[in-house]
Nanobody
């Protein structure tokens, strides 16, 4: 019954910063790979950043050097620090967890999303 709850979205000007949070109960954040996705109106959802249970990270080319994904196991929270924001970063941002069924099949658990709007 683990839920993912995003927060921290809002309106920011180009060049500004914002930090998104993804909170969860249970042990999902400690044991599983966590991801941030985003989806702009009329566009497909895209993977933005990934962090594994061991702390390895990966980023989309479009956000490398500007975004940082991290986890705080003590608070059951994954963060996405977004710096030097651009208009193109405007989207709904979703937290997601890689999960496994008991039979070994993989699936993705999704949060509800939080809106990020970057103005000129």
């Amino acid at each position: 019954q683990v839920q993912l709850v995003e927060s921290g979205g809002g309106l920011v000007q180009t060049g500004g910063s914002l930090r998104l949070s993804c909170a969860a109960s249970g042990s999902v954040l400690r044991l599983n790979t966590m991801r941030w996705y985003r989806q702009a109106p009329g566009k497909q959802r895209e993977l933005v950043a990934t962090i594994t249970s061991g702390g390895s990270t990966n980023y989309a080319d479009s956000v490398k050097g500007r975004f940082t994904i991290s986890r705080d196991n003590a608070n059951d929270t994954v963060y996405l620090q977004m710096n030097s924001l651009k208009f193109e970063d405007t989207a709904v941002y979703y937290c997601a967890a890689d999960r496994l069924l008991s039979d070994g099949r993989a699936y993705t658990q999704w949060g509800q999303g939080t809106q990020v709007t970057v103005s000129s």
